[in-house]
C-alpha cells in the first residue's frame, strides 16, 4: 500500500512537470507564466501532502522533488516580473 501512494505522489509530480512543460511552450505573455506559476505551486501542495502521507519516508526523492519546485517556482516568479 505504501508502494502505491508512492507511485501516485511521484506520478502527480512528474505530470505537473509535464504539464507545466507543455504550459510553457505555449507562452505568449506574462499571464500564461503566471497560470504555470499556479500549477507549480498546486504541485507544490501536492507534493507537500504526499509526502506527509507517507510519514516523509520517500528514499530521498520527495525532499529533492519538493526542491526543484520550489526552484521551479522561485524562477517562474523573477521571469513574470521580467516579463511585466
Same mark, same amino acid.
Given at each position: 500500500?505504501?508502494?502505491?501512494?508512492?507511485?501516485?505522489?511521484?506520478?502527480?509530480?512528474?505530470?505537473?512537470?509535464?504539464?507545466?512543460?507543455?504550459?510553457?511552450?505555449? &507562452? @505568449?505573455?506574462?499571464?500564461? *507564466?503566471?497560470?504555470?506559476?499556479?500549477?507549480?505551486?498546486? $504541485? /507544490? =501542495?501536492?507534493?507537500?501532502?504526499?509526502?506527509?502521507?507517507?510519514?516523509?519516508?520517500?528514499?530521498?526523492?520527495? &525532499? @529533492?522533488?519538493?526542491?526543484? *519546485?520550489?526552484?521551479?517556482?522561485?524562477?517562474?516568479?523573477? $521571469? /513574470? =516580473?521580467?516579463?511585466?
Amino acid at each position: 500500500m505504501k508502494k502505491k501512494k508512492r507511485v501516485l505522489a511521484l506520478s502527480a509530480v512528474v505530470l505537473s512537470f509535464i504539464a507545466g512543460a507543455a504550459l510553457s511552450a505555449q &507562452v @505568449r505573455d506574462w499571464h500564461d *507564466l503566471k497560470d504555470v506559476h499556479k500549477h507549480v505551486q498546486e $504541485a /507544490i =501542495g501536492e507534493m507537500a501532502r504526499a509526502r506527509a502521507a507517507n510519514h516523509y519516508d520517500m528514499g530521498g526523492h520527495g &525532499v @529533492r522533488a519538493e526542491e526543484h *519546485l520550489r526552484a521551479a517556482e522561485r524562477e517562474l516568479s523573477m $521571469a /513574470i =516580473g521580467n516579463a511585466r
